[in-house]
Every structure is written in structure tokens, then in C-alpha cells.
């Protein structure tokens, strides 16, 4: 799963922006490739978030927690 990921979210991530580049994030595949950012950042916060606020992550969990927090906002844009 975490490979698929490492190897598909990149791709994902480009493809929005090159769409909002070209003020083309209102049709139908960007809202789905959104939609799939959105599933899967939220699924990891729900998993990390919690070992985070615990402290039982590591030294670099916080830093993973804001990058999926912050795939999770951009997710949300024109959403």
C-alpha cells in the first residue's frame, strides 16, 4: 500500500497541478484525482494523528502528520 502510494500521489499531485495551472481543476477528473488525495491524506491522519498526540511516533511522525495534513488542505481547494 505505502509503495502504491509513493508511487502514485506524485503523479496525482502533478496532474493537479498542471490542471490548476491551466484554471482547469472544475472537471470531472481533477474533482476525482481531489477526491482521491483528500481519501487517502485523511486515511493516514486518522492512522498517525493519534500515535502523534501521544508521542509514541518518533522524532519525524510530526513532520509526516504535516505533510499529510497539508496534502489534506490543498486537497480541499475547488474542491
Known sequence: MGGALLTLLPAVTYSLKEKAD???????????LNLG?????????????PMANEGT?????PVLVGTW???????LVRF
Open 57 to 61: 511516533g518518533g522524532k519525524y511522525l
Open 37 to 49: 488525495l483528500l481519501l487517502s491524506s485523511l486515511g493516514h491522519l486518522v492512522v498517525l494523528g
Open 69 to 75: 495534513a497539508t496534502a489534506f488542505a490543498a486537497s
Open 22 to 32: 491551466a484554471d482547469a481543476l472544475a472537471d470531472h477528473t481533477s474533482r476525482t
